[in-house]
C-alpha cells in the first residue's frame, strides 16, 4: 500500500492550474487571462457600486517621490514593509566592476545609489500631497478615486500575500461627520458587494503591521479607538481568514503631516476604503473553484453579466 | 509695453490642464481620468488589431525576479537604467537609527539591503524564463500578449520619457521565418494604426540606448543588421520625434540566455512589437489637443467608439 500523495496546497493548485506563474521569489508572481478578467471585473464592479459619488479618478505609478514617502510617516510604523528604489550611477569602470562581481556570483548591489522614488505602499500615499498643493477643501470635501499596484516587502508563501499586488481605493477628505460617514457607507456596501459575490464574510476590528514593540502600542491603540476595519474572508485557512477590503479612519493623521485644511480652515480629516483586487480575487477561486466558467451563474452575472 | 510671457511647455500645459499631475519627481507623474482613458482605450485598440492571433495573455507585475533579471543581460547594456527594489531588515536599534538619520536630513538609505525583487525595464523581460521552463516550443511556435508598468531611472523634462510608463506587447517566438513574418506583419499594422489615429509618422531603423563606449558598437550593430525599427512621431519636437510603438529582433539572444528551444531542438529565435502607452497618448494629446472631447471624430471613434 502506498502512501497518499501530500494534499497540494491553494498556491500550488494556482500554479498547476496557470492562474499565477511562477518567477522564483515568494510573492511576486505573473497571472493569466483567466486571473486578470477577475481582477478587472472586480475593479468595474467596484466602479458601478461608487460610481454615483462623483469621486475624482487618479491613477498613479506604483512608484512614488521619495520625499513625499520619507514625509508621509510611513517609515517609523512600516521600515520593514518599505521598498527604495536603487540605481547604478557610476561611470564605465565601476560598470567592468559591476559586471566582474555579477559573473563572480558576488553581491553587485552594494554600490546601487538611491533614487527619488520609493515603491508605492498603499494606493492613497501619492494622492495626500496632491491634495494638499490644491488648498482648503471645499465645504463638501474632497472624494477620490484610486487604484495602483503597492509593494510590501513580506515574501511568503500564503498566496494572499503578494509583494507586489493591485488596491483599489476611495479617499474622503473633509470634517470627521462627512469621512465616517463615508466609511460607515462603504462598510455597508462593501459587506453587500462579497455576500452578492457569494463570498463568507465578517467585519473584523483590526490593526496595521506596525514594527517592534512600539509598534505594538500604536496597534492596540488602533483597535482601541475602533479607526481599522477588515472585511475578512477564508482563502488560506478558516482559523486565519484574509482581510480583502479595509475601512480606515486616519483622524487627522494625514491632514496634519501634509497640511491639508477645511474650508473653515481647521485641520481636514481622512478615511479610505481599500480593496485587495487579488485577495478578493484569490477568495472567489477559492470557494467558487478555479474553473471560473463554472462559478455561480449569479457571481459571473456580477462580474461579467 | 510689457513682455510677452514665456510660451508653457507642453508638460506644463499638461499640469495646467491636469491631465499629468505633478510628484516632484521629474519623469514621475499622476495621471487623471481623462489620461487613463486615453491609455485603456489605446490596450483595448491593441487588442482588437492583435486579438485573432490568439496571444496568449500574461500580466506580470511591475517587478520581477532579481535571478532572472541577472541572468537577462541587461546590466551589460543598461545598468544606468535599471532599478533594484532595497528594503530595511535590522533590528529595533536599526530603526531607531534610520529615523534618526532621516529627522537629521541624513541619507537613511545606505542600509537598505538588496530584496530578490528588481523593477521590470521592459514588459517581455519576465516572459523568457517562463516560456524556457515550459519546455520546447510547438511547430507553430508562441505568441504572448504582455502589457505591465516599466521603469527606466532617466529623470527628464520630457513628458514623454517617463521613469514609470506602460508599455503593451505582443512577443513571438519560434523560428526566424515566423519571427521575421510577425515583426512585418505589426510593422504593417502599427503603421496603419498609428495613421487611423491621424498621428503623422515615420518608420526609422533604431538603437537601443546601450551604456558607454562599448555601448556605442553594440548600438551601432543592432542598426546595421536591422533589428530594432522605431514608429517615429513627433511630440515633444519634430527634430527629436518620438519613438511611440518599437519592433524588436532579438535574433537567438533570448533563446540562447534562457534555453528556448524549437520543436526540433535547435535554439528559437524571438521577436517583441512594443508599444508605449503614454507615449502613443502624449503623441494624441499633441496633434489633436488638451480637450478630448474635441478630438477629430474618427480618431475618437477608434478609442471609443
Redesign the interface.
Known amino acids: 500500500m502506498s502512501e497518499a500523495p501530500a494534499p497540494r496546497s491553494f498556491l500550488d493548485r494556482l500554479f498547476d492550474r496557470g492562474l499565477l ?5 515568494d510573492g ?6 483567466a ?2 478578467s477577475v481582477v478587472e471585473a472586480l475593479d468595474r464592479l467596484v466602479s458601478r457600486i461608487g460610481g454615483a459619488d462623483g469621486a ?13 514617502f ?1 514625509r508621509s510617516g510611513y ?2 510604523g512600516f ?12 561611470n ?1 569602470a565601476d ?1 567592468a566592476r ?2 566582474a562581481c ?1 559573473d563572480a556570483g558576488e ?3 552594494a554600490k ?1 545609489a ?4 520609493v ?1 508605492t505602499p498603499a494606493a492613497c500615499y ?1 494622492l495626500y ?2 491634495a494638499a ?1 490644491r488648498g482648503r477643501l471645499p465645504e463638501d470635501g474632497l472624494l477620490f ?1 484610486l487604484q495602483s ?1 503597492c ?1 510590501r ?1 513580506e ?1 511568503s508563501l500564503e498566496p494572499t500575500r ?4 493591485r488596491m483599489r481605493e476611495y479617499v474622503r477628505m473633509g470634517t470627521p461627520e462627512q469621512v465616517l460617514a463615508f466609511r460607515e457607507l462603504w462598510l455597508q456596501r462593501g459587506t453587500t458587494m462579497m455576500s452578492d459575490l457569494g463570498l463568507p464574510l465578517a467585519i473584523d476590528p483590526a490593526n496595521d503591521p506596525f ?4 509598534g505594538k502600542m500604536l496597534a492596540n491603540n488602533q483597535r482601541a479607538q475602533a479607526l481599522k476595519f477588515e472585511l475578512n474572508v477564508p482563502v488560506n485557512s478558516e482559523d486565519k481568514p484574509t482581510a480583502c477590503l479595509s475601512f480606515n479612519y486616519h483622524q487627522d493623521h494625514f491632514g496634519t503631516t501634509w497640511g491639508i485644511h477645511q474650508a473653515d480652515g481647521s485641520v481636514a480629516h481622512t478615511a479610505c476604503v481599500g480593496f485587495g483586487l487579488e485577495r478578493i480575487t484569490l477568495a472567489l477561486l477559492r470557494h467558487h473553484g478555479l474553473d471560473l466558467d463554472a462559478w455561480p451563474a449569479e457571481v459571473r452575472a456580477q462580474l461579467f453579466g
Chains 1, 2 share one sequence.
Open positions: 506563474i511562477r518567477t522564483g521569489v511576486l508572481y505573473g497571472r493569466s487571462g486571473f486578470e475624482e479618478v487618479l491613477r498613479f505609478p506604483p512608484g512614488m517621490a521619495r520625499a513625499s520619507e517609515l517609523k521600515p520593514h514593509l518599505a521598498g527604495t528604489v536603487h540605481s547604478f550611477c557610476g564605465e560598470h559591476l559586471l555579477l553581491d553587485w548591489t546601487q538611491a533614487t527619488d522614488i515603491l501619492p500631497p496632491v498643493a478615486d499596484y509593494f516587502h515574501p503578494m509583494q507586489l499586488f514594527f517592534g514593540r512600539a
